[in-house]
């Protein structure tokens, strides 16, 4: 039976961060995965590297005027926290927002990590000022995407396994937590086969010996729940979203089963704010899957025309890229699982992003050059955005309007009235001649426009959708696209698990998506983006810098 200082559960983002602050100090740790060695990093690999930061040099140079109590605000804004049980996730929320606004892009930036120079806009809500959305650009995007967040971290624990204060064991999966006396001591589990499965594929679960290893805490950092679609619907808030969708397509590899959630409960932690989730409405089906029923979100611009799938154009706030869940309660209102953007080649080509590592090589590659061809120089849509629109299922080009619609209505279920749609965007276009208008969301594009980023690399100038010249028309069904749980186990500010009586279990920590990155739900019932990365980056390093924990 192997002893350590400290086991860690999961070794993704918060579990690597953890892992090299612990060794830092001198500590001996295992950590276990039942994923192969090439899933390192786990599900942040294949991110599209995007971190929450505020008053940074890369807001300023763009004009950017950002401040912790800005920040504070606009978080609580979105957070809505009213539950009892929300104590400790505000006290995180605090802290993540003061770590965001100091010591955290200095940190990173120390250890070699870079960002792209034009700060992102996202979830920007669209309601009053004290409600949700972020009030500026703060999505900073890493230098190298998810593979380049990851990085700094591994090598940090490369270096400790050369060592020999860190050892790395895959294909160990965990299935209990060990306790004495009512403090957890370890873990035992089964050992899997060895699988060459390229990294995300789904691995086989073939059972070759069982493992019993002890230590002064566990740290369990294994991540949420989305790539298991019964365990989401299981959760699912059903009075405030409505009932979940039949159909869901997974922005997750198979392995983020959520397994380890229960394991933990088990041991005596306790789960808070299960209810609360992150699933996007801007899914589409991956023509080249990765692992099963694989979707990738669009990132899209704000000037794509939404429709549900009957051809109604959704109300504000429920703008593409505004409001994620009062979107995706809109649209689980009309009894349909998708809805459909409606764009231009212009807007297709400026607007259009994909999330995900592997959807953005150029940003991947950190190539100057590539993102200057592919994003600025490039009369097309980035080389991953022209395939999906050649080979995904969910796109419809077409030369006029009567066509998109026989098309759209091929693939939604003949739902959309023809007539109906297009007094919908003819409506749209009248307003399109002056810098004024009562279209909220044209208000929204001249606003985004405002603001140099977005003018130079997100925002389509705005023009007539049925002008000839502007064409060809461009369709893309949506579908619900599983991603986030923001709640999870309990924890102090050190990532030490609360039970059912209020009272921390000896040995047992959580960091990362299971302790819905930090306190059991530090976003609240709403997401600003950048902070899923962030959570873990930061939930790992207070659990590693933790007295209480070994």
Same mark, same amino acid.
């Given at each position: 039976?192997?002893?350590?200082?400290?086991?860690?559960?999961?070794?993704?983002?918060?579990?690597?961060?953890?892992?090299?602050?612990?060794?830092?100090?001198?500590?001996?740790?295992?950590?276990?995965?039942?994923?192969?060695?090439?899933?390192?990093?786990?599900?942040?690999?294949?991110?599209?590297?995007?971190?929450?930061?505020?008053?940074? *040099?890369?807001? =300023?140079? %763009? +004009?950017? !005027?950002?401040?912790?109590?800005?920040?504070?605000?606009?978080?609580? &804004? /979105?957070?809505?926290?009213?539950?009892?049980?929300?104590?400790?996730?505000?006290?995180?929320?605090?802290?993540?927002?003061?770590?965001?606004?100091?010591?955290?892009? *200095?940190?990173? =930036?120390? %250890? +070699?990590? !870079?960002?792209?120079?034009?700060?992102?806009?996202?979830?920007?809500? &669209? /309601?009053?000022?004290?409600?949700?959305?972020?009030?500026?650009?703060?999505?900073?995007?890493?230098?190298?995407?998810?593979?380049?967040?990851?990085?700094?971290?591994?090598?940090?624990? =490369?270096?400790?396994?050369?060592?020999?204060?860190?050892?790395?064991?895959?294909?160990?999966?965990?299935? /209990?937590?060990?306790?004495?006396?009512?403090?957890?001591?370890?873990?035992?589990?089964?050992?899997?086969?060895?699988?060459?499965?390229?990294?995300?594929?789904?691995?086989?679960?073939?059972?070759?010996?069982?493992?019993?290893?002890?230590?002064?805490?566990?740290?369990?950092?294994?991540?949420?729940?989305?790539?298991?679609?019964?365990?989401?619907?299981?959760?699912?808030?059903?009075?405030?979203?409505?009932?979940?969708?039949?159909?869901?397509?997974?922005?997750?590899?198979?392995?983020?089963?959520?397994?380890?959630?229960?394991?933990?409960?088990?041991?005596?932690?306790?789960?808070?704010?299960?209810?609360?989730?992150?699933?996007?409405?801007?899914?589409?089906?991956?023509?080249?899957?990765?692992?099963?029923?694989?979707?990738?979100?669009?990132?899209?611009?704000?000037?794509?025309?939404?429709?549900?799938?009957?051809?109604?154009?959704?109300?504000?706030?429920?703008?593409?890229?505004?409001?994620?869940?009062?979107?995706?309660?809109?649209?689980?209102?009309?009894?349909?699982?998708?809805?459909?953007?409606?764009?231009?080649?212009?807007?297709?080509?400026?607007?259009?992003?994909?999330?995900?590592?592997?959807?953005?090589?150029?940003?991947?590659?950190?190539?100057?050059?590539?993102?200057?061809?592919?994003?600025?120089?490039?009369?097309?849509?980035?080389?991953?955005?022209?395939?999906?629109?050649?080979?995904?299922?969910?796109?419809?080009?077409?030369?006029?309007?009567?066509?998109?619609?026989?098309?759209?209505?091929?693939?939604?279920?003949?739902?959309?009235?023809?007539?109906?749609?297009?007094?919908?965007?003819?409506?749209?276009?009248?307003?399109?001649?002056?810098?004024?208008?009562?279209?909220?969301?044209?208000?929204?594009?001249?606003?985004?426009?405002?603001?140099?980023?977005?003018?130079?690399?997100?925002?389509?100038?705005?023009?007539?959708?049925?002008?000839?010249?502007?064409?060809?028309?461009?369709?893309?069904?949506?579908?619900?696209?599983?991603?986030?749980?923001?709640?999870?186990?309990?924890?102090?500010?050190?990532?030490?698990?609360?039970?059912?009586?209020?009272?921390?279990?000896?040995?047992?920590?959580?960091?990362?998506?299971?302790?819905?990155?930090?306190?059991?739900?530090?976003?609240?019932?709403?997401?600003?983006?950048?902070?899923?990365?962030?959570?873990?980056?930061?939930?790992?390093?207070?659990?590693?810098?933790?007295?209480?924990?070994?």
């Amino acid at each position: 039976m192997d002893m350590c200082d400290v086991i860690i559960v999961g070794a993704g983002l918060a579990g690597l961060t953890a892992a090299a602050e612990l060794a830092d100090r001198g500590k001996k740790v295992i950590i276990i995965d039942q994923e192969p060695a090439g899933s390192l990093g786990g599900q942040a690999f294949w991110s599209l590297g995007g971190l929450f930061l505020v008053d940074t *040099p890369e807001q =300023r140079r %763009m +004009g950017i !005027r950002d401040s912790r109590e800005l920040a504070l605000n606009d978080w609580m &804004g /979105s957070a809505q926290f009213d539950r009892q049980e929300d104590f400790w996730p505000r006290k995180w929320a605090e802290a993540y927002i003061d770590f965001a606004a100091g010591e955290m892009r *200095p940190w990173l =930036r120390a %250890m +070699g990590m !870079r960002w792209f120079p034009i700060v992102g806009w996202a979830e920007r809500g &669209g /309601s009053f000022a004290d409600g949700h959305g972020n009030s500026v650009p703060r999505f900073h995007l890493t230098w190298g995407v998810g593979p380049g967040t990851v990085a700094p971290f591994e090598r940090r624990v =490369r270096a400790h396994v050369a060592a020999g204060r860190i050892e790395l064991r895959f294909r160990h999966r965990c299935s /209990s937590l060990l306790t004495e006396n009512g403090a957890v001591t370890g873990v035992s589990g089964e050992v899997l086969a060895d699988d060459s499965s390229a990294h995300g594929q789904s691995t086989n679960r073939d059972i070759i010996g069982d493992f019993e290893l002890r230590a002064s805490s566990v740290l369990v950092t294994s991540g949420g729940l989305g790539g298991n679609s019964d365990l989401v619907r299981k959760v699912w808030p059903r009075d405030r979203l409505g009932e979940p969708p039949r159909q869901m397509i997974s922005g997750v590899p198979a392995h983020v089963d959520g397994r380890m959630i229960a394991i933990a409960e088990a041991a005596g932690g306790r789960v808070i704010n299960a209810d609360r989730m992150w699933h996007y409405t801007e899914g589409v089906k991956n023509w080249n899957p990765i692992w099963p029923n694989h979707g990738i979100r669009i990132l899209p611009g704000p000037s794509s025309m939404w429709f549900d799938a009957t051809g109604n154009r959704l109300k504000p706030p429920c703008m593409p890229g505004f409001d994620t869940l009062s979107t995706l309660r809109e649209i689980l209102s009309t009894g349909h699982d998708h809805s459909w953007f409606v764009m231009t080649k212009k807007v297709l080509k400026k607007e259009i992003a994909l999330s995900g590592s592997e959807q953005n090589p150029d940003f991947a590659a950190k190539s100057w050059l590539q993102v200057i061809r592919q994003r600025l120089i490039n009369k097309q849509a980035t080389p991953p955005v022209e395939a999906f629109k050649q080979h995904g299922e969910d796109f419809v080009v077409a030369d006029t309007l009567e066509e998109l619609v026989a098309g759209m209505n091929q693939k939604g279920g003949n739902l959309i009235d023809f007539e109906k749609l297009k007094a919908q965007i003819v409506a749209r276009d009248s307003q399109i001649d002056n810098p004024f208008t009562k279209d909220a969301q044209l208000m929204a594009i001249h606003a985004a426009r405002n603001y140099r980023g977005d003018r130079l690399m997100r925002t389509a100038k705005p023009h007539r959708f049925l002008a000839r010249e502007n064409g060809p028309l461009i369709a893309i069904r949506l579908n619900i696209i599983t991603r986030k749980s923001l709640g999870g186990l309990e924890t102090d500010l050190n990532g030490q698990v609360f039970n059912a009586q209020g009272e921390l279990v000896p040995g047992l920590f959580a960091a990362g998506e299971v302790s819905g990155f930090g306190g059991g739900g530090y976003h609240g019932y709403n997401a600003l983006e950048g902070t899923f990365l962030g959570g873990c980056i930061f939930s790992g390093r207070q659990a590693g810098r933790a007295d209480s924990i070994a």
